[in-house]
C-alpha cells in the first residue's frame, strides 16, 4: 500500500489538534478505551463537548496549557493509503517542533481560522513548508461554523493567502472550507457548503499523487557503515551498507567514490532477504564492489557521469532554532549531512528573511530563535551535496552546537559558494 | 537466505511516459516511477535499517532491549537485517522480572542463540535481593515499576550510552510524543518538554557525560504493522500469542493467568478459557484477552478488527491514571 506522510500547520487555536481528532474520530481511527479517556479528560477540564484535540495532545503540559507543545504522531490507514500525520505545534514558541514533524512531510495541511485570516504565524508556516519543499499544501479554512459557512469569507481568505503564496514556491495548493469541531468537509462532504465542489479533505488526502515526488535521476549512495563479518564463512566480505538517497542502482553500474575519485563497479547489492536487482530510494541495502578500494563511513557513491556537488563551501537557507544562541558570521558549529559530520565556520550571513513580506533584511547580523536566512558556510571537510530542491535527502542538514550537543539550525543547500 | 520474494520491484521498463535520461551519448528511458515505489512495510522496514545502522556507527556501546515480545522479536530481525551478512554488533539486554511466561524465556535463549547474540541479564530478582528496590506487598502487587531501577542499574554497570527500545508510538499518546532519538539526562530522566529537534533522516546522537539516549526505531509502526510483517516475513513468535487454552482469573476486567507470581484472591473464580496474549510481558500484570485466533492470518483478522488498544486491553500499569506512562517515562523507564 502506499503511505502518505503529512503534518498539520498554522497558527495557534486555528484547529490543527481538532483536525486530526475529527479526521480519525471520522475513519473510526479511535478506539473505545482511547475515546472514553478523552471524555473523561473533557469532562474534567469543564469542556462542553468531547474535545478531539486530547487525542492528540496527550502531555500533561500540554492538557494544562490548553495547547499542542510537541509534535504527535498519529497513523491511520484507509483501503487506498496508509498516513502519519504529524499534529505540529502553533504556538511560535515550538516552531522547531513544526519543522520537525514538517521536514519529512510529502503534504501539509496549513490551517487558518476563517474569522481571522491570514495570521503572521499562518504565514510563517506556509514559508517553512515551501522552504522545506513540501510538495503539497492545502489550505484548510477552518471554523467556517463560525463564519455562517460564508461562501464570501471563503473567498476573501483564499485571496489573501493567494496574494502572498504567490510570493512562495508551492507545486499544488489546494484550499478547502471545513469545520474541524463539526466535521464539515473532513472525511464527507458538507451540506452547509453546497457552493463548495471540491473534494472533502480526506478524499484530497486519498487521491493526491505523490509518486512522482522522488528523485530517482541522480544516483547517490551515502555509506553509512561498513560491515566487515568477524566470521570465518565470511572472512573476505566487506560490504557499504547505506540508504539510497537518490536514483537507482544496479549491479554492474560504473561508480564513482568521493572522496578519493576512485572508480568501480557494483558487484551486488546485497540484503538479507537476498540479491537485489535494482536499489532506488529509501531502500536500505548493502552495495559491494569489484576493487578493492578504502571507503569509510562518510564517504559516497555516484555515477562518473553524474556526481554530487563536492565542495567545502555552501550557501544555504537556515532556519535558527536555539533560544540560547544566535547565529552570526564567526560563530563554529558542528554540521550533519548524509552520514557525514563536520566543523562549520559560519563565513557569512547575507541576508534574513522577513516573514510577512518575504523581504531580505540585507543588514541584518544575527539570525535568532526562529529566525529564517541565508548564509554561507565553509566545511572543514568536502561535502557532497546536491540541491535541496533537486534532493531533500543531500540537500539537507542540521547544525549542533558543540557544547551543548544541542540541535541549533537546520539547513537547505542553495549550491556551493562561489 | 531466500530470494528477495518480499522487495515489490517491478522493472516496467517499457512504459512510454516514463522519464528519461541523457547519459553522454547515451539516452535511456527510466522506469515509471510507480514501478519504482516500496510498499509501506518496506518502507518502514528501510527507515529502521537506516536508525539501527546510524547508532551502530556513532555510538561507542549500543545495546538492544529485548523482552521477548513481538515488538522486540521484529527489532532482532530488522537488526539482523541491518548487519547481514555480520552478527549484531551489539549485545541484547533482557530486564528481567522474574515473572516470566515460560514459552517466552525458552523462545529468547533459543532466538538469540539463533542470531549468535550475546545476552545481558538486568535482573529485577537481583536488585530486590541487593536491596536496591523493594519489593511491593499486597495481592496487586507487580514489578513492573521496580523495572526503571534495575534498566538504569544495567545500563550504568555496562556503559551502554544507547539502547534500542520496540516501543512504538500509535501504543500510547506520551509515546507518540517521543524522538526516534530520545535523550535522558545523567538520572535517566526524560524531558518532554525539551526534546531535540528532529529533522528528516539526520539524528543528533551528540552526548554529555553519563547522558545516554534511548532509539526507537519502529516508532512508526503500528500494532496492525507488525503482525502483517511477522506474516510476510514468517518470524516464529512465542505460543502464547496464539490462542490456548488458560486457567484464568478476572480482575479490572482483564483476565490474568494463574500461577506463582499471581493467584486469585477473594471474590475471584478460576476457570479455564481459550485465550491469547496481546502484549508479553509481566506475567503479574499483563492479561490475556478471549480469542480463538489460532494462525497468523486469524490474528490478523482480530487485530484488525478489535475498538480496544493493546494497552488498554492488557496492562494493568498503564491504569494507573491519564498521565501514568509520560510519569513513568519521565523517571526513566522503557
Ligand atoms: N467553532 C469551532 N471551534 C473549533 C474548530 N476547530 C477547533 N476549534 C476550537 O478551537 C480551539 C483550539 O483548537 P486546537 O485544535 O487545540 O488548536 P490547534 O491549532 O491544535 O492549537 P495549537 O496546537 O496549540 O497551535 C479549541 O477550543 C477547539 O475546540 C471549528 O471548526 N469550529
Ligand atoms: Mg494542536
Known amino acids: 500500500m502506499e503511505m502518505l506522510r503529512f503534518a498539520t500547520a498554522g497558527s495557534v487555536d486555528d484547529g490543527k489538534s481538532t483536525l486530526i481528532g475529527r479526521l480519525l474520530y471520522d475513519t473510526k481511527t479511535i478506539f473505545q478505551d482511547q475515546l472514553d479517556a478523552v471524555e473523561r479528560a473533557s469532562v474534567q477540564m469543564g469542556s462542553d463537548y468531547t474535545n478531539l484535540a486530547l487525542l492528540t495532545d496527550g502531555l500533561r503540559a500540554e492538557r494544562e496549557q490548553g495547547i499542542t507543545i510537541d509534535v504527535a504522531y498519529r497513523y491511520f490507514s484507509t483501503p487506498k493509503r496508509k498516513f502519519i500525520i504529524a499534529d505540529t505545534p502553533g504556538h511560535t514558541q515550538y516552531t522547531r517542533n513544526m519543522v520537525t514533524g514538517a521536514s519529512t512531510a510529502d503534504l501539509a495541511i496549513v490551517l487558518i481560522d476563517a474569522r481571522k485570516g491570514v495570521l503572521e504565524q499562518s504565514r510563517r508556516h506556509a514559508f517553512l513548508a515551501s522552504l522545506l519543499r513540501i510538495p503539497h499544501l492545502v489550505l484548510a479554512v477552518n471554523k467556517m461554523d463560525l463564519v455562517d459557512y460564508d461562501e464570501g469569507r471563503f473567498e476573501e481568505v483564499k485571496e489573501e493567502f493567494r496574494d502572498f503564496a504567490m510570493k512562495l514556491d508551492i507545486a499544488d495548493l489546494t484550499f478547502i472550507p471545513v469545520s474541524a469541531l463539526h466535521g464539515d468537509n473532513v472525511v464527507t462532504r458538507s451540506d452547509s457548503t453546497p457552493w463548495y465542489d471540491g473534494p472533502p479533505l480526506l478524499h484530497h488526502l486519498e487521491e493526491v499523487h505523490i509518486a512522482s515526488d522522488r528523485n530517482l535521476i541522480d544516483p547517490r549512495f551515502p555509506v553509512q557503515y561498513v560491515i566487515r563479518p568477524q566470521s570465518d564463512e565470511h572472512h573476505d566480505y566487506r560490504g557499504y551498507a547505506g540508504t539510497i538517497a537518490g536514483g537507482v542502482m544496479r549491479p554492474g553500474d560504473n561508480v564513482v567514490v568521493l572522496p578519493s575519485g576512485f572508480s568501480s563497479t557494483i558487484e551486488s547489492i546485497d540484503s538479507f532477504d537476498g540479491p537485489v536487482e535494482e536499489a532506488f530510494a529509501p531502500m536500505a541495502v548493502t552495495v559491494r564492489l569489484s576493487d578493492e578500494i578504502d571507503i569509510s563511513r562518510g564517504d559516497m557513491l555516484c555515477r562518473p557521469n553524474n556526481q554530487a556537488t563536492s565542495s567545502q563551501d555552501i550557501d544555504a537557507m537556515i532556519c535558527w532554532m536555539s533560544e540560547k544562541s544566535v547565529l552570526a558570521a564567526g560563530n563554529r558549529l558542528m554540521i550533519k549531512h548524509t552520514t557525514r559530520s563536520a566543523k562549520v565556520i559560519v563565513k557569512h550571513l547575507a541576508y534574513q528573511l522577513d516573514i510577512n513580506s518575504l523581504s531580505r533584511i540585507e543588514d541584518a547580523t544575527e539570525l535568532k530563535l526562529n529566525e529564517i536566512g541565508r548564509v554561507t558556510l565553509r566545511s572543514q571537510i568536502p561535502l557532497f551535496f546536491d540541491e535541496y530542491r533537486r534532493n531533500r535527502v543531500t540537500g539537507s542538514f542540521v547544525l549542533i552546537d558543540e557544547a551543548s550537543g544541542h540541535t541549533v539550525g537546520a539547513g537547505m543547500i542553495l549550491g556551493e559558494a562561489g | ?334
Request: charged share 30%; aromatic share 10%.
Open chain 2, 1 to 334: 537466505m531466500g530470494g528477495a520474494k518480499f522487495l515489490v520491484i517491478a522493472p516496467n521498463c517499457r512504459n512510454e511516459w516514463a522519464p528519461t535520461v541523457t547519459c553522454g551519448r547515451r539516452t535511456r528511458r527510466l522506469a515509471s516511477p510507480l514501478a519504482y515505489d516500496l510498499s509501506h512495510l518496506r518502507q518502514l522496514e528501510a527507515e529502521s535499517i537506516h536508525i539501527f545502522r546510524e547508532v551502530a556507527a556513532e555510538f561507542e556501546k549500543p545495546c538492544l532491549l529485548f523482552s521477548g515480545g513481538k515488538d522486540s522479536i521484529v527489532m532482532l530481525r530488522l537488526a539482523e537485517k541491518a548487519f547481514w551478512p555480520a552478527r549484531l554488533p551489539f549485545p541484547v539486554m533482557h530486564v528481567d522480572t522474574g515473572h516470566n511466561f515460560p514459552e517466552v524465556l525458552e523462545f529468547r535463549d533459543r532466538r538469540l542463540a539463533e542470531a549468535g547474540a550475546r545476552l545481558v541479564v538486568a535482573s529485577v530478582q537481583q536488585a530486590i535481593d541487593d536491596g536496591r528496590v523493594v519489593e511491593e506487598a499486597g495481592p496487586r502487587a507487580s514489578r513492573n515499576r521496580l523495572q526503571t531501577r534495575t534498566l538504569l542499574d544495567g545500563i550504568s554497570e555496562h556503559r551502554f550510552d544507547a539502547l534500542f527500545g520496540g516501543a512504538r508510538r500509535d501504543e500510547e499518546k506520551a509515546r507518540a510524543k517521543e524522538r526516534v532519538f530520545s535523550f535522558r539526562d545523567e538520572f535517566g530522566q526524560w524531558d518532554p518538554k525539551n526534546q531535540r529537534p528532529e529533522l528528516w533522516n539526520l539524528y543528533n546522537g551528540r552526548l554529555n557525560q553519563d547522558e545516554h539516549i534511548r532509539v526507537f526505531p519502529i516508532s512508526n509502526w503500528t500494532e496492525l504493522d507488525i503482525w502483517h510483517y511477522i506474516k510476510a516475513e514468517q518470524i516464529e513468535i512465542p505460543s502464547v500469542y496464539y490462542a490456548h487454552k488458560r486457567e484464568v482469573f478476572e480482575r479490572d476486567g482483564m483476565l490474568l493467568s494463574t500461577g506463582p507470581y499471581i493467584s486469585p484472591i477473594e471474590g475471584e473464580t478460576l476457570f479455564v478459557e481459550s485465550v491469547r496474549y496481546r502484549t508479553v510481558g509481566d506475567m503479574s500484570c499483563t492479561g490475556a484477552i478471549e480469542s480463538s485466533a489460532e494462525t497468523i492470518d486469524a490474528v490478523i483478522a482480530e487485530v484488525s478488527a478489535t475498538r480496544i488498544t493493546e494497552r488498554g486491553a492488557t496492562r494493568a500499569d498503564d491504569r494507573v491514571s491519564e498521565a501514568a506512562m509520560e510519569d513513568r517515562k519521565k523517571e526513566g523507564y522503557f
